[in-house]
Nanobody, 128 residues
Framework: QVQLVESGGGLVQPGGSLRLSCAHSGSTLDHYAIGWFRQAPGKEREGVSYISVSGGTTWYRDSVKGRFTISTDNAKNTVYLQMDDLKPEDTALYYC?????????????????????WGQGTQVTVSS
């Protein structure tokens, strides 16, 4: 079982930036991937961005392409989500999740059901 701890959320004005961190431990599986998801009140949880722990494969949902960047620091067992040009519609509880997902599947944006370990979430609020 993989353990995940998110940090870095907060309140930011539109156009601002935040960097989320996901510290992960407990797995040495091949094809291991970390994903960032978000859930706004009254809405479904949706995938935001995914990365293979090897770093070779990434995926972004269309609405964050060009604004968000996912990266991994394997020396620190941490995955980052750099979020720039934030918009009010980015407001949500952000979760990181882990799963054993092969790159061909990860590349096309698998659903949350492929991820079987979840963190507790960190709140991101974009408001003036």
């Amino acid at each position: 079982q993989v353990q995940l701890v998110e940090s870095g959320g907060g309140l930011v004005q539109p156009g601002g930036s935040l960097r989320l961190s996901c510290a992960h431990s407990g797995s040495t599986l091949d094809h291991y991937a970390i994903g960032w998801f978000r859930q706004a009140p009254g809405k479904e949880r949706e995938g935001v961005s995914y990365i293979s722990v090897s770093g070779g494969t990434t995926w972004y949902r269309d609405s964050v392409k060009g604004r968000f960047t996912i990266s991994t620091d394997n020396a620190k067992n941490t995955v980052y989500l750099q979020m720039d040009d934030l918009k009010p519609e980015d407001t949500a509880l952000y979760y990181c999740a882990a799963g054993q997902i092969a790159s061909p599947i990860l590349r096309v944006g698998p659903t949350r059901h492929y991820f079987d370990s979840w963190g507790q979430g960190t709140q991101v609020t974009v408001s003036s």
